[in-house]
Each structure stands twice: as C-alpha cells, then as structure tokens.
C-alpha cells in the first residue's frame, strides 16, 4: 500500500483527458487499493486517477459516514442525468476553498467494478454530486471551472500566494 501525491491546482496534468482502462488487472488493483488509502488518509470523499497523476478512466468514492463502503468506478458512462441541485464543493487537488456549484440532483452511471463486472447505479444526493465532481476530473475538468472567471482568479491568486507564504 502506498499514499500517492495528489495534484494541486493550478497544475496543468489536471487538464489532462483519462484513457480508457482496457483491462482491468492486478496493476489496477494496486492502484484502487493505493488511491483509496490516499483518499481514506486524506481525508476525502473520492479520489480520481488524473488527481494521482494516472490518465485512466477510474476512480474510487466513499460517501458513508463510517467510511467502510469503498466504490471503485472503472471506465465509468452517463447513462441520464436529472434535475438540478446547487451544493458546496471541495476538492482534494484545490484545498481549503469551497464554493457552491450547481450540478444535476440525480445521475445513472454504468461503469465496471475492480473484477471487470459492469455495474448500473442510480444515485442522488452527496454521492451523485461526488461522481460527477470525480467524471469531471477524468474528463480534466476541475469543480472551480465551474465557477465564474473571476472567482476562478482569484481562487488561482489565493493558492499562489499560499503557496508562496509554504516555501
Ligand atoms: O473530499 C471531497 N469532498 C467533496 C465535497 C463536496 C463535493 C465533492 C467532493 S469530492 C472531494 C474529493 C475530491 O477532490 N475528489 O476529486
Ligand atoms: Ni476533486
């Protein structure tokens, strides 16, 4: 097992487009396992491979309270999305800063599981807002670029100058 560095926006590997995973091995179990450690260690809600540096379409949540129900989305599809809720995001990749975006209330995703078995789920509530924040990084899209221009600035100038405030 292994905690993996996590990305820190602005950093441009964010934007990069995930691949399909074209079979799912004992490789890509090793890196569920070792994202999901880092997601657990972090501590956070889902963890996206493009957050790890891995351009592969796959990523791991756990929205329970008693954070012992690990889903693992391999290669995941929007099958439908419905209605529309507004609720406050973070993000693993932009700490500290969070901002209300606006994403559907419900979403149907088909993806494979870590033995290759596809799988259909119908989720709403926190867990339907986590998939597609976690779709959207494997698509290199971070929550923030939903967000106007000029609080995306000045979002970018805040991490720069706390970066700066580190080193
Ligand atoms: O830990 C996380 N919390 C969170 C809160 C509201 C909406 C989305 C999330 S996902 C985030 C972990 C993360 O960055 N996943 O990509
Ligand atoms: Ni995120």
Do not use: W
Request: aromatic share 4%; net charge negative.
């Amino acid at each position: 097992m292994a905690i993996l560095k996590i990305l820190q926006y602005p950093d441009e590997r964010l934007h990069k487009i995930a691949k399909k995973v074209e079979q799912v091995t004992d490789d890509t179990r090793r890196l569920i396992r070792d994202m999901a450690e880092t997601m657990y260690a972090a501590p956070g809600v889902g963890l996206a491979a493009t957050q790890v540096d891995v351009h592969l379409q796959l990523f791991v949540a756990d929205v329970s309270e008693t954070h012992n129900q690990l889903r693992v989305f391999i290669n995941p599809e929007i099958l439908a999305l419905g209605g529309e809720e507004e609720s406050e995001e973070g993000c693993l990749s932009v700490p500290g800063i969070y901002e209300k975006v606006t994403r559907a209330e419900k979403v149907t995703v088909r993806a494979l599981d870590e033995n290759g078995q596809p799988f259909t789920l119908e989720a709403e509530g926190f867990l339907a807002v986590c998939i597609q924040h976690e779709i959207d990084h494997l698509r290199g899209k971070v929550f923030v670029e939903h967000l106007s221009q000029l609080k995306q600035m000045r979002i970018r100038a805040k991490l720069k100058k706390r970066m700066r405030e580190i080193l």
